[in-house]
C-alpha cells in the first residue's frame, strides 16, 4: 500500500483534507505550544485539530499569522464545546473561534459530542455557517451509529467526518464500516490510546521487525485501515516520528495482530455518558 504524508481524503462536499494531522488538546503553555507547531508546520503537518474546549485557538490562529504558511497550506478544524450547543449559542461560539484563529473561514468546523436537547438546533446553526461559506466543511464527533441515524432523518447537508476515539483498545470497526457506506470520513481521535497502547509486546515487536517505534505502527495501521489521524506531541522528537510512517507498511499478518488487540476499552467517556456529565 503507497501512502504519503500529503494524501488528502476528497470529502463527501468535494473538498480535500489532508490525512493525517496534527493535534492540539492539552497544549496551552505558550512556548511549548509554539515551538510544537514550528516542529509540526517544517515537518510537513498541515492539518490542525483544535476546539474552544482546548483553549489555544488563539495561539494557533497567531502561529498561522506569523508562521508564512499561505492559507491554502494549512487546514483548520475547531468545535463547539457541549454548553455552547444551540442555535444562537452555536453562531456565537463560531464567532468567537474565529476572531481566535484570526480566519475569514474556517475548514472544519465539528459538533464535538452529540447533546440530546439541542442536538438539531446545534447542526441547523452549523448548516447555515456552511450555507453562508464562513465553514468549508461540516462535521461532526464523538457520533455513534444511533446518532448519526437521527441526525440524518433532519440534516440537509450529511457531515463530512466523525473524529471518533479509535485505538487499538478501541478500534470502533463497525462505526468505520457504517461509516464508510455513508462516505463520512473516519478520523481517530487520542490515536495512541493516549501512549496507553505503546507498551503492549505485540506494538514492540513489530516496531523491532519494521524498524520502527510503538507509536508509528499504531499510526500506520490506522492508515491503513484508511482511517485519518490526529496524533498530539509537544515533543518536536516525537512530532518528528510520528509523521515517519510512510517508508515502511505493515503486511496482513502484522495488521491482524494488532486487531487482537482490541479490548474494548476507552481512554474517554462513552458519548451518551459524556452528555450526561456535560448537562452540569
Ligand atoms: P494521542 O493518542 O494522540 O496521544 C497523545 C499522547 O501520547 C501524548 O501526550 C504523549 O504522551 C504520547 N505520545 C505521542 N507521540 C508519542 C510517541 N511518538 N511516542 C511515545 N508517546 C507518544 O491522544 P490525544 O491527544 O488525546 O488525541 C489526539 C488529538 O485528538 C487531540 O490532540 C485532539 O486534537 C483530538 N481529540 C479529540 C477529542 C474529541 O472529543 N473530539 C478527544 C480527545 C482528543
Redesign the pocket.
Known sequence: MTLSFSDTYRLNNGIEMPKHGF????LTDEKRMRTALETAAEVGYRLF?TASFYHNEKQLGDFFQSSGLNRNDFFVTT?MWNNEQGYDETLRAFEQSQKKLQLDQVDLYLV??PKQDTFFETWRAVEKLYDEGLVRAIGV??FEAHHLDRLRKNANVLPVID?VET?PYFPNHLLHRYLEELHIVHQA???????SV?KEPTLINLGQKHGK?P?QIVLRWHLQNDISI????ETPA?IK??AAIYDFALDDKDMHQLDRLNTGERV?HAPDVMYIRSEV
Do not use: F, M
Not at 493535534?23 to 492539552?26: A, E, I, N, T
Not at 490526529?230 to 506531541?233: A, D
Open positions: 493535534g492540539v488538546y492539552k485539530d468545535k464535538h459530542w464527533s464523538n473524529q485505538h481521535w487520542s490515536p495512541l490510546g493516549r501512549g505503546l517505534t507509536a490526529i496524533p498530539k506531541s516525537r516520528e510520528n474517554s
